[in-house]
């Protein structure tokens, strides 16, 4: 069974950056799409960028030009570089493994001041 975790997470003013990491412990990682996921308080889970076993990416609109999505397979883990964060992109984060039936990761929290 895979499993997730995330870290990097933290506080940061307005036009800071920020990267995320999620680490996954099985062995099917570079065969699967991985994902990052956002949700603020009273909001859904939404995705914000994802990454399949081809390296091809997509972004949410709101956070194109600014977060990169990437990942190394060698270590089993994704990333998600932000930049230019905006008080907007507070939520928990969370990555996603579309592999079987999906894995999700515990979340870390983002918060940015304005």
């Known amino acids: 069974q895979e499993q997730l975790v995330e870290s990097g997470g933290g506080l940061v003013q307005a036009g800071g950056s920020l990267t995320l990491s999620c680490a996954a412990s099985?062995?099917?990682?570079?065969?699967?799409?991985m994902g990052w996921y956002r949700q603020a308080p009273g909001k859904q889970r939404d995705l914000v960028a994802q990454?399949?076993?081809?390296?091809?990416?997509d972004y949410a609109d709101s956070v194109k030009g600014r977060f990169t999505i990437s990942r190394d397979n060698a270590k089993n883990t994704m990333y998600l570089q932000m930049n230019s964060l905006k008080p907007e992109d507070t939520a928990v984060y969370y990555c996603?493994?579309?592999w079987g039936a999906g894995y999700w990761g515990q979340g870390t929290q983002v918060t940015i001041s304005s």
């Open positions: 990454i399949g076993a081809d390296d091809a990416t």
């Open positions: 996603k493994s579309w």
């Open positions: 099985g062995s099917f990682f570079r065969l699967t799409t």
